[in-house]
């Protein structure tokens, strides 16, 4: 079946660790993004690729970071300089005609502990 | 800088009701508009994608409308069941990194 895979699903973090989400996806899209949602606001965009080793910071791109070496693929680090790393963190792939119909995976749960 | 507003924030019906769900936005320049379902826990399943050309989509009992125009779209749900039961999320591109997403409606339907 294609679709966008999450993982993991819940994740905790010490305070001062860098940690990775994963994202993969194998519906053949150029594009995917990263975004995070907080209880009471609407999601907001962290980064996004539209083509292999290239991306975009979002509106929210201050203590995260990603990489795109290939196609299926776009993780998020979260860093120790990221200061309310807390939410629900969501990913997403659309093809590249301007903003196609977007897929998103089932979500990663980060905790700081 | 685009506003997307979805009133009511939760909304409770009795199971069978026809109801509609609304999402309004400041700036008319959009590409498309996409509705969500959210789950509690859960990522986003896509609805309904409207083009900015296109007046209304419909898949089975769920229909989706846009006004560009007026900055309005509604989603109508019939004949409403439990397991509609979850937030809807509108989402109006106008690009790559334009894409805004509302609040969502929390739709709780009563058996």
């Known amino acids: 079946d294609g679709g966008i895979t999450q993982s993991p699903k819940y994740l905790f973090r010490k305070e001062g660790q860098n940690v990775t989400l994963s994202c993969e996806q194998n519906l053949n899209h150029d594009a995917m993004y990263w975004y995070r949602q907080d209880p009471g606001q609407g999601l907001r965009l962290i980064y996004y690729?539209?083509?292999?080793?290239?991306?975009q910071k979002g509106d929210i791109a201050e203590g995260y970071s990603v990489s795109r070496e290939k196609k299926e693929s776009f993780p998020l680090t979260v860093t120790s300089a990221q200061k309310n790393p807390t939410a629900f963190y969501l990913c997403a792939s659309s093809g590249t005609s301007k903003f196609t119909e977007a897929f998103f995976g089932q979500g990663t749960r980060l905790t700081v502990v | 800088k685009q506003e997307v507003t979805q009133i009511p924030a939760a909304l409770s019906v009795p199971e069978g009701e026809n109801l509609v769900l609304n999402c309004s936005f400041t700036?008319?320049?959009?590409?498309?508009l996409q509705w969500f379902r959210q789950d509690p826990g859960k990522g986003l399943t896509s609805l309904l994608l409207i083009q900015s050309s296109q007046r209304e989509q419909t898949s089975g009992r769920l229909n989706a409308s846009l006004d560009k125009s007026s900055g309005r779209s509604t989603l109508y749900i019939a004949a409403s069941q439990p397991g509609d039961s979850a937030t809807y999320l509108c989402?109006?591109?106008?690009?790559?990194?334009?894409?805004?997403f509302g609040t969502g409606t929390k739709l709780q339907v009563i058996p």
């Open positions: 989402a109006v591109s106008g690009g790559y990194q334009k894409v805004t």
């Open positions: 690729s539209q083509i292999v080793n290239d991306f």
């Open positions: 700036d008319s320049a959009i590409y498309n």
